[in-house]
């Protein structure tokens, strides 16, 4: 998937950048990175996405990408962890917002991700895999990488869930397994509403069975 010899004059006409002053070359991978986002919401299609794409939206020549990215897939991760400290950001400010209530504070989390799904479609796509992700092998990502991708936002919907059962509200044995399972089920319905405009449901319903079922919540837990 690396792009390789690539030259200047491979490049289209570009808007020239004001060169960094030394020490700003981090400067230089957060615009890359910016740039990457910045097409995948203009055009929802990570294909969009390569070295020399890029490079025209930040205003410089390709080879000027790798001594901070070595190749496309290491662009990607770069976006899609970006975005997933966003969305634990999203999810805690939520949980914030929904007062001290164990219960009330999993629904609120829970209404958060999807909402968050329905108001970022193409980059929620891309943070679940999608054509940027590479085999093994085939890219400079190592595995460790691919699969702790979301792992600290994950462990807080398990510590929410945890705090449920604490609080007697919820009968769930393993907050850290049933997590994950919550997760898959609120990914199923974020995905089904994005491609199905005409399932029928009232959603609300749906969401609110998904999380009484999956976390197990008594009457106390419910709204």
């Given at each position: 998937?690396?792009?390789?010899?690539?030259?200047s004059?491979?490049?289209p006409?570009r808007?020239?950048?004001?060169?960094?002053?030394?020490?700003?070359?981090?400067r230089?991978?957060?615009d890359?990175?910016?740039?990457?986002?910045?097409?995948?919401?203009?055009t929802?299609?990570?294909?969009?996405?390569?070295?020399?794409?890029?490079?025209?939206?930040?205003?410089i020549?390709?080879?000027?990408?790798?001594p901070?990215f070595?190749?496309?897939?290491?662009?990607?991760?770069?976006?899609?962890?970006r975005?997933?400290?966003?969305?634990?950001?999203h999810?805690?400010?939520s949980?914030?917002?929904?007062?001290?209530?164990?219960?009330?504070r999993?629904?609120?989390?829970?209404?958060?991700?999807?909402?968050?799904?329905?108001?970022?479609?193409?980059r929620?796509?891309?943070?679940f895999?999608?054509?940027?992700?590479?085999?093994?092998?085939?890219?400079?990502?190592?595995?460790g990488?691919?699969?702790?991708?979301g792992?600290?936002a994950?462990q807080?919907l398990?510590?929410?869930?945890?705090?449920?059962?604490?609080?007697?509200?919820?009968?769930v044995?393993?907050?850290?397994?049933?997590?994950?399972?919550?997760?898959?089920?609120?990914?199923?319905?974020?995905?089904?509403?994005a491609?199905?405009?005409?399932?029928?449901?009232?959603?609300?319903?749906?969401?609110?069975?998904?999380?009484?079922r999956?976390?197990?919540?008594n009457?106390?837990?419910?709204?």
């Open positions: 998937m690396k792009e390789t010899d690539v030259t004059t491979d490049i006409k808007a020239a950048r004001v060169r960094n002053r030394r020490g700003e070359g981090g230089l991978s957060e890359i990175v910016d740039a990457a986002a910045a097409l995948l919401d203009e929802g299609d990570e294909r969009s996405i390569t070295l020399r794409s890029v490079a025209r939206k930040v205003g020549a390709a080879p000027s990408i790798y901070h070595p190749d496309q897939p290491a662009i990607m991760l770069a976006v899609v962890r975005e997933f400290t966003t969305l634990e950001a999810l805690r400010a949980v914030r917002e929904a007062g001290n209530d164990p219960s009330d999993l629904y609120a989390l829970c209404r958060a991700y999807l909402g968050y799904a329905q108001e970022h479609p193409g929620y796509r891309t943070m895999g999608g054509l940027w992700m590479p085999t093994l092998g085939d890219s400079s990502l190592t595995e990488e691919l699969t702790t991708l792992a600290t994950m807080f398990a510590d929410v869930l945890a705090a449920c059962a604490a609080a007697g509200q919820s009968a044995a393993d907050p850290q397994q049933d997590a994950v399972t919550l997760w898959i089920c609120l990914h199923g319905l974020a995905h089904q509403h491609a199905t405009r005409i399932f029928p449901w009232p959603e609300e319903s749906i969401l609110d069975a998904i999380i009484t999956v976390a197990k919540l009457e106390a837990g419910r709204p």
